[in-house]
Nanobody, 123 residues
Framework: QVQLVESGGGLVQAGGSLRLSCAAS????????MGWYRQAPGKQRELVAT???????VYSDSVKGRFTISRDNAKNTVYLQMNSLKPEDTAVYYC?????????????????WGQGTQVTVSS
């Protein structure tokens, strides 16, 4: 079982910065890819950024150049540095982590989610 605890959300003015953190704990063999997703009111959850264990990252077009994802494998922690924030970045941000598990004799990647942290950007 993987537990994910997020921190760092809050209220910020447009143009400001926030840094989100997400720490994985519990019983697991290894954490593979980690990422951040967000969900605004009335909208579907969408990908913000993901990062593989070796450190390759992918960003959504809407945050490219403004957000930076990083991780510390020794601490099983992923970070999201958010700069030049815009009101449209307002959402609940969820941490995701994938851990490999043997189920039914097969190796599968389980999806784990945090409880979410609110980010509000005022204009």
């Amino acid at each position: 079982q993987v537990q994910l605890v997020e921190s760092g959300g809050g209220l910020v003015q447009a143009g400001g910065s926030l840094r989100l953190s997400c720490a994985a704990s519990g019983t697991f063999f290894r954490i593979n890819a980690m990422g951040w997703y967000r969900q605004a009111p009335g909208k579907q959850r969408e990908l913000v950024a993901t990062i593989t264990r070796p450190g390759s990252s992918v960003y959504s077009d809407s945050v490219k150049g403004r957000f930076t994802i990083s991780r510390d494998n020794a601490k099983n922690t992923v970070y999201l540095q958010m700069n030049s924030l815009k009101p449209e970045d307002t959402a609940v941000y969820y941490c995701n982590a994938k851990d490999p598990q043997f189920k039914g004799g097969k190796l599968v990647e389980a999806d784990n989610w945090g409880q979410g942290t609110q980010v509000t950007v005022s204009s």
